[in-house]
């Protein structure tokens, strides 16, 4: 995707002017340095927060003020249905149906209660493949999930590494890989989005190359969910689970949520841990023995839904109905693009970017891997009002979110890098 982009503060500032999204920045808080909002970069770690969050916040406290236990039937939203109205949202964003999605937990216990559902080894086919270097929580999850199985992480795990010099995989090895593993390959667990290089993987060609060997499918899409377009269902994905504080913007610790196909979430012999919210709702007060799973992903719920964690994913969702992921993402490989185009013109500065140069090969995110004084740039960039995330151990990231960045904060973070002395 070419663009004549232009170095000044009068493109980007005409850009802004064009830009439809534009307006929903006033829709946040951004934190303030000297007055002034700062130049948040930092999207990818944690989102900002909905200006709406405290008022849905008040809201539920008058209504348990009021209500009391009869909140869960008498509130404006009743707390005993609170989570299903996250469905249509979440279904939206991912591309699935709404019976394939659940807010609920948090990322590492989602991804825990699915692979027990579907990292199903045996003798022969027990592998499962993963990237290395991934996120510490997928690598522990992963790890002890062998054990449990009683296999041997050195032999039952495949970690896939970039070749010679590179720093992000090639699609073309990762379904290679697949293929070598063959009838020994119990499951692939990727994530969509790698959280250090920021490098988009091919998820449609993953899934599909992996139920041609006979091995399951999942994704942990904490850094792809509410970043890129997801298309689970046609995907034909069989699980994935995810985090809502970073481009979903739900607040530090924010629920988690989890998609199941349908092909799974609606065959009742599909193996789950069962918890009293996972079971058919018609009969979950009858009290009786025996599990009987309500329909789709909801059926993998443990407990009532955490209100008031929840309060700022509803204030989030809320802005997410009001556009498409589609338009979101035409912004953001613009926005993105325009911040790759400006600081490859710090030629005074010795960093590479290490996220994929293609755009439909990366999201909301350039991460740039310093030769030397790395960390000097980023305390840098905090004194001058920037936010954007330190990786060690000598990366910076810099996530340009579509929602509320805007092409003049791109333009003023290159501006602060070029006095850098």
């Not at 060997?213 to 689970?241: K, R, S, T, Y």
């Not at 590479?352 to 980023?378: C, D, K, N, W, Y």
């Amino acid at each position: 995707m070419q663009h004549p982009f232009e170095a000044t503060l009068e493109y980007a500032s005409s850009q802004d002017d064009l830009d439809i999204l534009h307006s929903f920045r006033e829709r946040f808080h951004f934190p303030q340095h000297e007055g002034k909002d700062v130049y948040y970069f930092c999207g990818n770690s944690l989102g900002l927060q909905p200006k709406s969050a405290a008022y849905l916040f008040q809201k539920e406290l008058d209504d348990w003020a009021a209500h009391g236990v009869e909140g869960h039937f008498r509130a404006q939203s009743p707390w005993m249905y609170y989570h299903n109205q996250f469905s249509d949202s979440l279904a939206r964003i991912v591309g699935a149906k709404p019976s394939e999605v659940v807010a609920m937990n948090t990322l590492t216990v989602n991804l825990h209660l699915l692979l027990i559902s579907f990292y199903r080894p045996t003798q022969a086919r027990y592998k499962i493949i993963m990237e290395a270097g991934a996120f510490p929580s997928d690598q522990y999850a992963i790890e002890t999930q062998v054990k449990m199985h009683g296999f041997d992480p050195e032999t039952a795990i495949i970690e896939l590494s970039p070749k010679g010099n590179a720093h992000t995989l090639e699609d073309e090895d990762i379904l290679q890989a697949i293929r070598e593993a063959g009838d020994s390959l119990a499951c692939v667990l990727i994530g969509g989005v790698n959280y250090y290089t920021g490098q988009l993987y091919d998820m449609a060609s993953i899934t599909k190359v992996a139920h041609e060997v006979g091995a399951i499918c999942g994704f942990d899409l904490a850094h792809a969910m509410g970043n890129v377009p997801l298309q689970l269902h046609d995907w034909e994905v069989d699980f994935a689970c995810w985090c809502s504080y970073k481009y979903l913007n739900s607040g530090p610790g924010g629920v988690g949520g989890a998609f199941v196909h349908e092909k799974h979430g609606d065959n009742p012999e599909t193996l789950r841990l069962a918890g009293w919210w996972g079971n058919e709702e018609s009969t979950r007060f009858k009290m009786r023995k025996g599990f009987v799973p309500a329909k789709g992903a909801a059926s993998w719920q443990m407990s009532n839904a955490p209100v008031f964690n929840m309060v700022a994913h509803k204030a989030s969702l809320d802005i997410f109905d009001k556009l498409t992921m589609q338009k979101l993402r035409e912004k953001s490989l613009k926005l993105t693009a325009y911040l790759s185009f400006l600081v490859q013109q710090l030629d005074h500065l010795k960093f590479e970017i290490i996220t994929p140069s293609e755009p439909h090969r990366r999201g909301a995110q350039l991460s740039m891997l310093f030769a030397e004084r790395g960390r000097e740039v980023f305390d840098f960039l905090e004194e001058n009002g920037v936010i954007a995330d330190w990786r060690e151990p000598n990366v910076i990231r810099v996530a340009p979110v579509p929602m509320y960045n805007s092409y003049e904060d791109v333009y003023r973070f290159y501006e602060i890098l070029k006095n850098f002395q």
